[in-house]
């Protein structure tokens, strides 16, 4: 199983990016997807979560920029970043918890994906 990230990139304060978190190999089932991001000199941080069922969960300080959703079908979530900020700047990362194919339902997986860089600057 892996998780990869992309969709990173450089944007001008007050843009947007859609970063994508796709997981692939022998997967039963993904129980809960979630996005972090690590600025330099600082701690990697939660932004957002969802689970399968497509309840949300937001760091307070990125209810109403970002939004977190997935495509379970796809195996697949998404992170809609607006009103983009310089200190948004970070190395984005997206985690899964995944039950791969031959684990009972009951036991998950941690899995990160590699970052992705987002860059804010004019």
């Known amino acids: 199983v892996q998780l990869q990230a992309f969709g990173g990139g450089l944007v001008q304060p007050g843009g947007y990016l859609r970063l994508s978190c796709a997981a692939s190999?022998?997967?039963?089932?993904?129980?809960?997807m979630g996005w972090y991001r690590q600025a330099p000199g600082n701690e990697r941080e939660l932004v957002a979560t969802?689970?399968?069922?497509?309840?949300?969960d937001y760091v307070d300080s990125e209810k109403g920029r970002f939004t977190i959703s997935r495509d379970n079908a796809k195996n697949a979530a998404y992170l809609q970043t607006n009103s983009l900020k310089p200190e948004d700047t970070a190395v984005y990362s997206c985690?899964?918890?995944?039950?791969?194919?031959?684990?009972?339902?009951?036991?998950?997986?941690?899995?990160w994906g590699q970052g992705t860089l987002v860059t804010v600057s004019s």
């Open positions: 969802i689970n399968s069922g497509g309840s949300t």
């Open positions: 190999g022998s997967i039963r089932r993904i129980r809960l």
């Open positions: 985690n899964a918890e995944i039950t791969p194919s031959g684990y009972i339902l009951s036991r998950t997986v941690n899995y």
